[in-house]
Nanobody, 128 residues
């Protein structure tokens, strides 16, 4: 299996930016699709972005985004560092949530059920 650790969360003002990281260990990370999900208090966990497996050591892969974050968030991967990133720009209070990364062997998905491994989450708070 693969172990995942998220980092990079924090407090930011509306309109600001954060970059989240998802660091993996235990397997060759290029063989895994990776997704980002978020969960706000009292709400269901929702899909944010995903990136497919890559055959290159430097990254690549096809990307997918929820409509709510298109044009603001960017997912990318660096297979040499076993890390997937979520660059979040133009943040809104509605983006406040715990953000989780998840991995699935040899496929990518936009639902929670499509993933096998999950990190512990990192808190993102957008407030003035």
């Amino acid at each position: 299996q693969v172990q995942l650790v998220e980092s990079g969360g924090g407090l930011v003002q509306p309109g600001g930016s954060l970059r989240l990281s998802c660091a993996a260990s235990g397997r060759t990370f290029s063989n895994y699709g990776v997704g980002w999900f978020r969960q706000a208090p009292g709400k269901e966990r929702e899909f944010v972005a995903a990136i497919s497996r890559s055959a290159t050591y430097w990254g690549g892969g096809r990307t997918y985004y929820a409509d709510s974050v298109k044009g603001r968030f960017t997912i990318s991967r660096d297979n040499a560092k076993n890390t997937v990133y979520l660059q979040m720009n133009s943040l809104k209070p509605e983006d406040t949530a715990v953000y989780y990364c998840a991995a699935a062997y040899d496929h990518v998905a936009t639902t929670q059920e499509g993933y096998d491994y999950w990190g512990q989450g990192t808190q993102v708070t957008v407030s003035s």
